[in-house]
């Protein structure tokens, strides 16, 4: 199968991510739970991960990464943390469900969420939309850095710096840009928290995630055992065990520290350039083919190994599962993100996403570009 739906998750993990995981089931105890071997082989599995992620991102301080289930719990966590009743918060047009829903979930608190809307691949112009509704006045941002349905990569640097001008905190979701395009956290300024998945361009396994608190504590939305300072009847002041109740997934973690290592190895500027010459043998390949329409930036400037396309009178699902039956996993539809769809006008049928990885080679490329082109010719 050629496997295409890395923004999903990364299905081809590192044989070291897996071995790794093998070996926490095998002898990982509970981390903070006894002083034996095996509990102390968990503690230093968990410091190990945060340490590596810590220098991955520009993070000042391990203890300032917590480990979270998924992004979606990252991101939860944060908001809970910043967005405080009747708050105006700023949301870009291409946001996640799970940016939008937890916003909209407070509207009992008086919430007010505002759309920035902004021309798919026109950076300037949401940057400029952007800044006429911090003038007119808000109390936080909350933005994705790459589009999980376009791959369209907002410029977060300057968000952080109009944030920063206008002193409004900043939540990032790097969902789709931790470990395929370069974050460094030690150039924010307004940026409290940025959350993350463990399990897609990180490299380990799902239920895997990870929530930077780069100027805030923050609030845990979970109480409970912490292995540490057990008389106290209030979760500690004190990260990462303020945010992280209950037992942490070890054996997951344990292959996040590996994926996390073979990013650092790889080098995430040359994982970018490898994406995007991948995304640009797809353009050459099907931009003259006239029933395909295909969603990229100019010269892929702001574009990461994820696009979108859609296929003529054909439905995104059908063509979809077309190229499934044909040994090609794609995923089709509205991607969890329909303010993405709302903005690049394809909110009426969705679109069929690609997303590459590291592992993805130049002859799988070009053998999805020949079957797509075939498929155009027998879908009705």
């Known amino acids: 199968m050629i496997y295409l739906d890395n ?62 289930l998924n992004a979606t719990h990252a991101l ?9 009743p009747k708050m105006k918060v700023l949301i870009s047009g291409y946001e996640h469900n799970a940016v939008s829903r937890p916003l909209y979930a407070r509207y009992l608190d008086g919430v007010k969420v ?29 933005c994705t850095h790459v589009s999980n349905v376009f791959g369209y990569i907002l410029p ?5 710096e109009l944030c920063a001008r206008y002193g409004v905190p900043l939540i990032i979701d790097a969902s789709q840009s931790a470990g ?46 912490t292995g540490a300072d057990s008389k106290n009847r209030y979760m500690p002041e ?7 109740a209950g037992t942490q997934n070890v054996h997951g973690i344990a292959g996040l520290a590996e994926g996390i290592k073979t990013i650092k190895n790889l080098g995430v500027e040359n994982i970018a350039r490898y994406e995007k010459e991948l995304i640009k043998s797809i353009i050459k390949g099907l931009e003259l083919t006239p029933k395909v329409k295909l969603y990229y930036a100019n010269a892929l400037f702001c574009q990461n190994g ?28 509205f991607h969890c993100a329909p303010l993405a769809h709302e903005s690049a006008g394809t909110i009426s049928g969705g679109t069929v996403r690609i997303s590459v990885s590291p592992f993805t080679t130049r002859g799988e490329i070009g053998k999805f570009v020949y079957v797509l082109k075939k498929l155009t010719e027998i879908l009705k």
Not at 76 to 84: K, L, M, R
């Open 238 to 244: 004190y990260l990462p065990e303020r945010l992280e």
């Open 306 to 333: 994820v696009m979108s396309f859609n296929v003529r009178d054909a439905d995104s699902e059908q063509v979809a599962s077309e190229l499934e039956k044909m040994g090609i996993a794609v995923r089709a539809g």
């Open 180 to 225: 395929s395009v370069p974050l460094n956290c030690s150039e924010f300024k307004a940026a409290q928290f940025v959350g993350m998945p463990g399990h897609k361009g990180l490299l380990g396994p799902q239920g895997t995630g990870i929530l930077l608190c780069l100027a805030d504590k923050g609030e845990p939305i979970m109480f409970g055992g």
């Open 114 to 142: 505002t759309v920035v809307r902004g021309e798919l691949f026109e950076p300037e112009y949401f940057l400029y939309e952007l800044e006429k509704e911090l003038e007119r006045g808000a109390d936080a941002v909350c």
């Open 156 to 160: 977060i640097e300057r968000v952080d």
């Open 7 to 68: 923004a999903a998750t990364t299905l081809r993990k590192p044989s070291c991510v897996i071995r790794a995981v093998e070996k926490a089931m095998r002898y990982a105890a509970n981390a903070g739970r006894g002083g034996y071997s095996g509990a102390g082989l968990s503690e230093q599995i968990l410091f190990d991960c945060r340490s590596a992620a810590a220098e991955l991102f520009g993070v000042k301080g391990a203890d300032k990464v917590v480990f979270t």
């Open 76 to 84: 939860n966590i944060a908001i809970n943390s910043v967005i405080q």
